[in-house]
C-alpha cells in the first residue's frame, strides 16, 4: 500500500460556523480539506463556552475550541462592514465550500447568500446550519442544545421515570448536527466533482439529532405507542412489555449489562451463570434455566426480575476493569460505564493509535487528541494542526489573495480583521 | 432536473441490524441502487428479535426496526453456507461499487469474502467494514451492541443524576454515529475513487467514532485531572437551564438562559418583572447559587399553560425555548412537516408506514423516498437476473439447490 493521500486538500473550505457547526468543518479537515475558520474581529463568543485549559478562564485556551477547531487555519473578518464584505467575495473566488450558521435570511441581507456568491463562484457549495432550518413555521426560533435535545424527540426517551426528562449533561446536539452537515457538504462536493454543479445545503438542528432517538419514531409509526423515558433500563425489547435493567452498580462504579437474546445475549447469560457459580453466587434457578429456550420477545417481567435480582447481588462484588476482563475473555456482551479516564486509558484505543500528543507552543505543553475518526486503506484521517489562536492565519490567508501587510495593518486598525 | 447524487452507485450490503443498514439507506435517499443481502436460515436481526412489529404481531416482514433502516432498498437472500453461496455472493460483489458489511471483524473473511476476495472479482472495489471496536487491536474481536457501547463511550456516566444510576441512551445510540461517519467514509471513499480510480478497505469502529462526540470530556480529563460528571439538565453557566412541567400528563418544556438580556426577556413574558431586582436571580451566579428557587418560580408559570404554548411565547420573544416532543408530537411538527421530513410508503404487509427524510435538504439534488423496505428476498429475480446479468435457468438452479433460499 502506498502513501495514504489528504484526500481533500485542494478543497478549501470557509467556515463560519458556530459551536452548532463546529463539527463540520473539523471532519473536512480530518480528511484535508484547507478549512478557514473565520472569526468576527476579536475572536468567536463560542471560544467561552465550556471548560478551560486549566481552568484559566481565557478565549484561547478554551477546550471546545481545542476540541472541534482543530485542523483548521483561523482568520478574522467583518463581513458586515462593505470593506470586510469586499474581501470575502475575492476569498470566495478561491473557496470550495462554505459552512454557515447565521440566522436565515442574515446573509441575504448582507448580499451573501448562496445565490450571490453563485454568481461570483458558480460552483460555489454552501452548507447552512440553523436550528430548523431555512424555511419553514420554526425558521426563526432559536436553539440551544437543551432546545434541540427537547425538539428532535430524544430527549422524551431519556431519564428517571419519576424525573423529568434529561439530556446527556456533554452536549451531544451539536455533534450530531454537525456530523451530519459534513454528510451533506461532502455529498455535495462529491456531486460537484462529477457534475461540475454546486448547490445550497439546507441542515436543519432538529432534524440533526432525530437518530439519536433511534427506532422509537417506530412505535408510534405502527402501533401508536408513544415510547417512554427508562432511566437505566432497556424498553421495547419485548411484546409483553418487560424492560430490562441495562445499569447495575459494581464495586467501583457502574457496569452494562443487559439481558438479551439471540446467538450472543444466550451464550452471554449461560456464561454468567457460569461465573456465578464459580464464586458460589449462582442460585438454583439460575442454574437450573434452560438458557436455549429463552426467547428475549415474549419473556415476562417476572421472569426478568428474577434473573436481574440474582445480577445485582452478583455484579456488587465485582470491579469495573474486574467485568471488563471477564466479558473479553469469556466473549460475552457488556461493559462498565466508563468515564473519561477510562477512555483515555482503554488498551483497544491506545493500541490503535487513537491518542496522538499534539504540541501547543503558545501554551508551553502537550495535549493529547483523539488521531483519527476512522482508519482508511488510502486516504489519511488525522490530526495535522491545532485550533487557531484570534485572527493567526491573517497574514499567510489574506496574502493568498494579494493584501499586503500595509493594507492589513489598515484593515487591523479600521477592525475589518 | 439534476440527477441525484448517487445515482448510478452500486451497493451491496452484507449487512443487518442498524449500524450498516441505515449507511445504505441513507445513500439510497439519494439514488444510490442498494442490495440487502440475508437469508431465510439468518434474516437481518431487526426482521425478529426487535419490537416493534406492526399491530404487535411479529412476522418477517412485520418489523418496523426492519422497515425503518432499509427504505429503497432491494432485498435478496444468499444462504451464504450453502454449496454455491460465496459464488453468488461475489457476483454480487462484481457488480457493486461498494460494499458494506457489519459482522464480527473476521467473519466475511472466514466465508471467503474478506477484502482480498472481493479485490479479485472486482479491484477497485470499495469495502466498508462497521464493527464494534474496530478491524485490529486486542479487543478486535469482541461482539457488542449499541447500548454496550454507549457505556464504553462515556455517553450513559454523563446521562442522569449524581445521586442515582446513570441513565442508558435510548436504542443503540453509537451505532447511529457510526451510520453519519460511515456515509462520511463511504462518501470519502468514492472521492478518492473519483480522483484515482482506486477502490479502498474502511475499517470503522463505532467505538472510535463515539469517541469524537466525547473530545471535550476527554480534554477537561487529560488537561485538567477532572472527570466530568453528570448533573440532569444543568449547565455550568446557564441559568435557568432545565426541564418544567406544563399542563397535561407528562408534558414538559425547556428553558435556557445565557445572559442577563435573556433573563430579562423571560420574566416579563412570565409576567414576573420583579423577579428581575430579585438580588437572587440578578446575575448569573446568583441564579446559579439560587437555582431550585429559580426552577420553582419558573414551574410556577409553566405548569399553567401548555408546553407548546411556553414554546411559543418565549420563542416569538427570542428566548431559547422548546419542548420535549414525545413520538406523537414528532409526527405532528409543523417544521418537520414543512420539510417532508416523514416520507410516507407502502409496504404490501404493513400497509402505509414512515420513513425518515434526511437532516439536510439539496437545492438541486433532492431526496427521494418512493419505495418501502424489501420484504425477505422480494427482489431475488430482479437483482440476480437484471442487475447481475444470470440467465434464468441458472436463476432456477440456484433457488433449487438452496442457494438463493
Redesign the interface.
Known amino acids: 500500500m502506498g502513501e495514504k493521500?489528504k484526500?481533500?486538500k485542494d478543497c478549501r473550505v470557509l467556515d463560519f460556523s458556530n459551536e452548532m457547526g463546529f463539527?463540520c468543518g473539523k471532519?473536512l479537515g480530518d480528511?484535508g480539506a484547507d478549512v478557514i475558520k473565520v472569526e468576527e474581529p476579536g475572536g468567536d463568543p463560542s471560544r467561552s463556552l465550556?471548560?478551560f485549559?486549566?481552568?484559566i478562564p481565557h478565549p484561547e485556551k478554551n477546550?471546545?475550541w481545542?476540541?472541534?477547531n482543530h485542523n483548521k487555519r483561523g482568520i478574522t473578518l467583518d463581513i458586515e462592514t462593505e470593506t470586510g464584505k469586499e474581501i470575502l467575495l475575492k476569498l470566495i473566488k478561491k473557496t470550495d465550500l462554505v459552512i454557515e450558521t447565521f440566522e436565515p435570511g442574515f446573509l441575504k441581507k448582507l448580499g451573501l447568500d448562496?445565490d450571490s456568491l453563485a454568481k461570483v463562484k458558480p460552483d460555489i457549495i454552501v452548507?447552512s446550519i440553523t436550528p430548523?432550518?431555512q424555511?419553514?413555521?420554526?425558521?426563526d426560533?432559536?436553539?440551544?442544545?437543551?432546545?434541540?435535545?427537547?425538539?428532535?424527540?430524544?430527549?422524551?426517551?431519556?431519564?428517571?421515570t419519576d424525573?423529568?426528562?434529561?439530556?446527556?449533561?456533554?452536549p451531544?446536539s451539536y455533534?450530531?448536527?454537525g456530523?451530519?452537515?459534513?454528510?451533506?457538504a461532502?455529498?455535495?462536493?462529491?456531486?460537484r466533482?462529477?457534475?461540475g454543479?454546486g448547490?445550497?445545503?439546507?441542515?436543519?438542528g432538529?432534524?440533526?439529532v432525530?437518530?439519536?432517538?433511534?427506532?422509537?419514531?417506530?412505535?408510534?409509526?405502527?402501533?401508536?405507542?408513544?415510547?417512554?423515558?427508562a432511566?437505566?433500563?432497556?424498553?421495547?425489547?419485548?411484546?409483553t412489555g418487560a424492560i430490562m435493567r441495562?445499569?447495575y452498580?459494581c464495586k467501583d462504579g457502574?457496569?452494562?449489562y443487559?439481558i438479551?437474546?439471540?446467538p450472543?445475549g444466550i451464550r452471554t447469560n449461560k456464561r454468567l451463570t457460569e461465573w456465578m457459580d464459580s464464586k458460589g453466587m449462582a442460585p438454583d434457578y439460575l442454574k437450573n434455566k434452560d438458557w436455549n429456550k429463552f426467547n428475549?420477545?415474549t419473556v415476562t417481567q417476572e421472569e426478568i426480575d428474577q434473573i436481574e435480582d440474582a445480577n445485582m447481588k452478583f455484579f456488587k462484588t465485582v470491579t469495573k476493569e474486574e467485568f471488563f476482563k471477564h466479558?473479553?475473555d469469556q466473549?460475552m456482551?457488556?461493559?462498565?460505564?466508563?468515564?473519561?479516564?477510562e477512555?483515555?486509558e482503554?488498551?483497544?484505543?491506545q493500541?490503535?493509535g487513537?491518542w496522538q500528543e499534539v504540541e501547543h507552543e503558545e501554551l508551553g505543553t502537550k495535549?493529547?487528541?483523539?488521531a483519527?475518526?476512522?482508519?482508511?486503506?488510502?486516504?489519511a484521517c488525522g490530526f495535522w494542526r491545532r485550533a487557531p489562536l484570534i485572527g493567526e492565519h491573517n497574514e499567510e490567508v489574506y496574502a493568498e489573495i494579494g493584501l499586503s501587510k500595509k493594507e492589513l495593518l489598515s484593515l487591523k486598525k479600521a477592525n475589518v480583521i | 432536473m439534476?440527477?441525484q447524487?448517487f445515482e448510478g452507485i452500486k451497493i451491496a450490503e452484507f449487512a443487518a441490524i442498524?449500524a450498516g443498514p441505515?449507511i445504505g439507506k441513507?445513500m439510497a435517499d439519494?439514488g444510490a441502487t442498494v442490495v440487502h443481502v440475508e437469508s431465510h436460515e439468518r434474516p437481518d436481526?431487526f426482521r425478529?428479535?426487535?419490537?416493534?412489529?406492526?399491530?404487535?404481531k411479529?412476522g418477517i416482514n412485520r418489523s418496523?426496526?426492519f422497515?425503518?433502516?432499509n427504505n429503497n432498498k432491494y432485498g435478496v437472500t444468499i444462504n451464504l453456507k450453502a454449496k454455491g453461496g460465496v459464488d453468488l455472493a461475489k457476483r454480487l460483489i462484481a457488480w457493486a461499487d461498494i460494499v458494506i458489511e457489519n459482522f464480527t471483524p473476521g467473519t466475511m473473511k472466514k466465508l471467503g469474502l474478506g477484502y482480498e476476495d472481493m479485490k479479485k472479482v472486482n479491484p477497485d472495489i470499495i469495502l466498508l467494514s462497521s464493527c464494534n471496536?474496530?478491524?485490529?487491536?486486542?479487543?478486535?474481536?469482541?461482539?457488542?451492541?449499541?447500548?454496550?457501547?454507549?457505556?464504553?463511550?462515556?455517553?450513559?456516566?454523563?446521562?442522569?443524576?449524581q445521586d442515582?444510576?446513570?441513565?442508558?441512551?435510548?436504542?443503540?445510540?453509537v451505532?447511529?454515529?457510526g451510520?453519519?461517519?460511515g456515509?462520511?467514509?463511504a462518501?470519502?471513499?468514492?472521492?478518492?475513487r473519483?480522483?484515482?480510480g482506486?477502490g479502498?478497505?474502511?475499517?470503522?469502529?463505532q467505538?472510535?467514532?463515539g469517541?469524537?462526540?466525547?473530545?471535550?470530556?476527554?480534554?477537561?480529563?487529560?488537561?485538567?485531572k477532572?472527570?466530568?460528571?453528570?448533573?440532569?439538565?444543568?449547565?455550568?453557566y446557564?441559568a435557568p437551564?432545565?426541564?418544567?412541567?406544563c399542563q397535561g400528563e407528562?408534558r414538559?418544556?425547556?428553558?435556557?438562559v445565557?445572559n442577563d438580556d435573556e433573563w430579562k426577556t423571560l420574566c416579563k413574558v412570565m409576567g414576573r418583572e420583579d423577579l428581575v431586582s430579585d438580588p437572587r436571580f440578578k446575575t448569573i451566579p446568583a441564579r446559579k447559587q439560587n437555582e431550585q428557587a429559580l426552577d420553582s418560580e419558573i414551574e410556577k408559570w409553566t405548569s399553567k399553560l401548555t408546553a407548546e404554548e411556553v414554546f411559543k411565547k418565549l420563542?416569538d420573544k427570542?428566548?431559547?425555548?422548546?419542548?420535549?416532543?414525545?413520538?406523537?408530537?414528532?409526527?405532528k411538527?409543523?417544521?418537520?412537516k414543512?420539510?417532508g421530513?416523514?416520507a410516507a410508503v407502502d409496504h404490501p404487509e404493513?400497509g402505509r408506514?414512515?420513513a425518515?427524510?434526511?437532516?439536510?435538504?439539496?437545492?438541486?439534488?433532492p431526496f427521494k423516498i418512493d419505495r418501502p423496505a424489501p420484504m425477505l428476498g422480494e427482489h431475488n429475480e430482479t437483482v440476480f437476473q437484471k442487475f447481475v446479468g444470470m440467465p434464468k435457468d441458472e436463476y432456477d438452479r440456484l433457488i433449487e439447490e438452496g442457494v438463493i433460499a
Open positions: 493521500t484526500l481533500l463539527l471532519i480528511l465550556g471548560s485549559y486549566k481552568d477546550l471546545y481545542f476540541a472541534y448562496y452548507t430548523f432550518g424555511s419553514g413555521p420554526y425558521k426560533y432559536q436553539g440551544s442544545d437543551l432546545v434541540l435535545t427537547a425538539m428532535s424527540g430524544f430527549m422524551s426517551v431519556l431519564g428517571d424525573k423529568p426528562p434529561v439530556r446527556p449533561t456533554l451531544q455533534m450530531w448536527i456530523m451530519h452537515a459534513a454528510e451533506g461532502l455529498m455535495a462536493y462529491y456531486h466533482g462529477m457534475t454543479e448547490q445550497h445545503v439546507d441542515v436543519s432538529q432534524t440533526g432525530t437518530w439519536a432517538a433511534s427506532i422509537a419514531p417506530s412505535f408510534y409509526d405502527f402501533n401508536q405507542e408513544v415510547p417512554k423515558r432511566g437505566s433500563f432497556i424498553t421495547g425489547r419485548s411484546i441495562a445499569v452498580p457502574y457496569v452494562t443487559i438479551y437474546g439471540g450472543a428475549i420477545a466479558v473479553i466473549d456482551l457488556g461493559y462498565p460505564v466508563n468515564t473519561a479516564k477512555i483515555i482503554d488498551e483497544q484505543l493500541s490503535r487513537m495535549i493529547t487528541y483523539p483519527f475518526f476512522t482508519l482508511f486503506s488510502s486516504i | 439534476s440527477k447524487i442498524a441505515l441513507h439519494h436481526g425478529q428479535n426487535y419490537p416493534p412489529y406492526k399491530d404487535n411479529p418496523g426496526a422497515t425503518m433502516c471496536q474496530g478491524q485490529t487491536g486486542p479487543h478486535a474481536f469482541h461482539p457488542g451492541f449499541g447500548s454496550h457501547l454507549s457505556s464504553l463511550c462515556g455517553f450513559t456516566y454523563m446521562t442522569g443524576y442515582r444510576l446513570p441513565c442508558i441512551l435510548y436504542g443503540p445510540y451505532d447511529h454515529i451510520v453519519g461517519y456515509v462520511i467514509a462518501v470519502a471513499a468514492l472521492e478518492h473519483r480522483r484515482t482506486e479502498q478497505f474502511v475499517d470503522l469502529a467505538y472510535e467514532v469517541v469524537q462526540f466525547m473530545i471535550p470530556a476527554l480534554l477537561d480529563y487529560s488537561i485538567n477532572r472527570v466530568p460528571e453528570r448533573d440532569g439538565n444543568r449547565h455550568g446557564a437551564h432545565n426541564t418544567y412541567r407528562d414538559w418544556c425547556v428553558i435556557s445565557f420563542q427570542g428566548v431559547k425555548a422548546g419542548f420535549v416532543e414525545n413520538m406523537d408530537d414528532m409526527f411538527d409543523p417544521q418537520l414543512h420539510r421530513f416523514w404493513i408506514y414512515h425518515e427524510g434526511p437532516p439536510f435538504l439539496f437545492s438541486k439534488t
